[in-house]
């Protein structure tokens, strides 16, 4: 998180020249991790030394900086957080979150397009902290998701949209509304027409299935999937190429919950297909 706060102090949005509330938490990662420590409950000294496991002469000034700040006060051998220290606490976390979630797929985000997330959901990418990039080596772009594919036959239900078609796809869900598993996908125009003239068959079966929906929305420019095990997210490039290798994975709650919202946006702007 430093190298995060640094970049943006090159960049100026952080002033470096500050020195009010900015300065004494983004320029001391003791400061910051103390803020936090000491808003799960308040702390003495000694419980303080042993968390960090260091000795009073290098606490104690930092310490007396959030004292001074009001960030934090002392009362009987105590340490709490001042209600100026609760307010920058709830705001200051997010923001760390934020910068971890960009930084910690750098490129991914900087290289893609992201009109296809929402802003309501973007505003959200902190969620998507624990995510990591998958890239797959295969040339053959039929071999690309080799990973969604393998965490598909593990999951108890799926949701997802794809604007993209691997002949793969239709029998994959088949097979699973077959199977009884909850699966509802979207796709997009283009995507819809290429089922229907050939494979009217597999759809024609998946529709008859209680537990499948299906659904078209107009214009997507993104591909994801949501299971109870994973979130997976692929992402146009800038240029308007489709990124087959790269996708964005999580398996952490938080990513699940941030792709079951995705999912939840889309499907309430999509129009159900019922019949072919």
């Known amino acids: 998180m430093g190298f995060a706060i640094k970049k943006l102090m090159k960049s100026g949005l952080i002033n470096v020249k500050s020195n009010g509330l900015l300065s004494i938490l983004t320029f001391s990662e003791k400061r910051k991790d103390l803020l936090f420590l000491i808003k799960e409950s308040p702390r003495t000294l000694s419980e303080i030394k042993d968390h960090f496991d260091v000795k009073s002469p290098e606490i104690l000034p930092r310490l007396k900086e959030m004292e001074k700040a009001n960030l934090i006060s002392r009362k009987e051998g105590m340490y709490w957080l001042t209600p100026l220290g609760k307010v920058s606490e709830m705001y200051f976390k997010p923001f760390?979150?934020?910068?971890?979630?960009?930084?910690?797929?750098?490129?991914?985000?900087?290289?893609?397009?992201?009109?296809?997330?929402?802003?309501?959901?973007?505003?959200?990418?902190?969620?998507?902290?624990?995510?990591?990039?998958?890239?797959?080596?295969?040339?053959?772009?039929?071999?690309?998701?080799?990973?969604?594919?393998?965490?598909?036959?593990y999951s108890t239900r799926l949701m997802g949209l794809t604007s993209i078609f691997l002949p793969h796809?239709?029998?994959?869900?088949?097979?699973?509304?077959?199977?009884?598993?909850?699966?509802?996908?979207?796709?997009?125009?283009?995507?819809?027409?290429?089922l229907k003239n050939e494979?009217?068959?597999?759809?024609?079966?998946?529709?008859?299935?209680?537990?499948?929906?299906f659904y078209v929305y107009d214009n997507a420019r993104i591909t994801f999937a949501v299971t109870d095990r994973f979130?997976?997210?692929?992402?146009?490039?800038?240029?308007?190429?489709?990124?087959?290798?790269?996708?964005?994975?999580?398996?952490?709650?938080?990513?699940?919950?941030?792709?079951e919202d995705l999912f939840k946006h889309y499907k309430e702007n999509s129009t159900e297909i019922k019949n072919l």
């Open 96 to 153: 760390l979150d934020t910068l971890s979630a960009i930084e910690a797929n750098e490129t991914f985000w900087k290289e893609h397009d992201l009109a296809g997330i929402p802003e309501t959901l973007l505003n959200r990418v902190q969620e998507l902290r624990e995510c990591r990039v998958i890239r797959e080596e295969h040339e053959n772009i039929y071999d690309s998701h080799k990973t969604f594919v393998d965490n598909i036959q």
């Open 169 to 194: 796809y239709p029998q994959m869900f088949l097979e699973m509304a077959r199977s009884g598993t909850p699966i509802s996908i979207i796709v997009t125009p283009n995507v819809f027409f290429k």
């Open 199 to 213: 494979y009217s068959t597999e759809i024609e079966e998946y529709l008859e299935h209680k537990n499948a929906s």
């Open 231 to 259: 979130t997976s997210l692929s992402l146009f490039y800038k240029n308007g190429t489709f990124d087959l290798r790269d996708d964005l994975v999580g398996f952490d709650a938080l990513a699940i919950k941030w792709g």
